[in-house]
């Protein structure tokens, strides 16, 4: 299914790719990725020879009915990895679990060191207990990666993707065994993620945010609810307004009636 997906991705949309010369011929190696788009799992696997095992959450692996089936069969059959994402914390062990499997049989991890994709096109602070521990745990070299414009081909919103050429720079291996032994000290796992998010950072152009993603999105999905509920108190003040002046002007029209008739007929005897 590789070999179909990646053939269709790559003559459909053809990817640009700058840096394959960085990517080992054989043995484990982590690929550290910025993440703009849902299909940045797929476009990266497309340009490569070798297979890259991405991480992705169970719900893709675990939905019922034929279209939960399907959808597990592709994600199976491009190289995905059901994770877990539940309990105290989450993917980041699970991560971590399934990235030192498959290193140790010699492949390629795929990872994305923000942990989600970005809310606006915007670099976010790496999450060190991913990365950094998979990397010093393993002594495998990272290697950076930038996808350039794929959150441009399925803007959120939007269900046909727009055809055009995403791009893909491949940074030099960076190796981090100096640290091996030391993936529980916390100021080496930062230092490291911090050092991989600079390479992808230089790669991309992206501007870097000195924050999580997840924090972004929690503060716009927020700001998100507070116009909502603005916007409804708005809404219903305006209401209000029309009514009471809706109330006044009827008041108004009955004081400037003219007199009963029949009274006019009654004074005039």
Do not use: C
């Not at 059959?77 to 049989?105: C, H, M, W, Y």
């Not at 996808?147 to 720079?169: A, S």
């Not at 708005?234 to 029309?242: D, I, T």
């Amino acid at each position: 299914m590789k070999v179909t997906v990646g053939g269709s991705l790559k003559l459909a949309f053809r990817p640009w790719v700058e840096g394959l010369e960085h990517i080992p011929a054989d043995g484990p190696a982590i690929l550290a990725s910025n993440h703009l788009s849902f299909s940045d799992s797929f476009f990266l696997p497309a340009v490569l020879d070798r297979k890259v095992t991405f991480i992705a959450k169970a719900e893709y692996f675990n939905t019922p009915g034929i279209k939960g089936r399907l959808t597990a069969a592709f994600f199976k059959g491009v190289g995905q990895l059901p994770v877990d994402r539940s309990g105290a914390r989450g993917a980041g062990e699970a991560a971590i679990k399934s990235g030192t499997e498959v290193l140790e049989r010699g492949e390629l991890f795929g990872i994305y060191p923000e942990g989600t994709r970005s809310p606006d096109g915007r670099l976010y602070r790496g999450k060190p207990g991913g990365l950094a521990r998979v990397a010093l745990a393993t002594g495998a070299p990272v290697i950076p990666v930038a996808m350039i414009d794929t959150e441009k081909i399925q803007p959120p919103g939007t269900v046909m993707p727009k055809l055009m050429r995403p791009g893909i720079r491949i940074g030099e291996p960076l190796d981090f065994t100096r640290y091996q032994g030391m993936e529980h000290d916390r100021f080496v796992l930062r230092a490291v993620t911090d050092e991989v998010m600079y390479e992808i950072m230089k790669l991309s152009g992206q501007e870097y945010v000195d924050m999580y993603a997840t924090a972004m999105k929690r503060q716009l999905a927020e700001a998100a609810k507070a116009e909502k509920e603005a916007g409804k108190a708005a809404k219903a003040a305006l209401a209000q307004a029309e009514k009471e002046q809706a109330a006044k002007e009827k008041a108004a029209a009955g004081q400037d009636r003219p007199a009963d008739r029949s009274d006019e007929r009654s004074g005039d005897r």
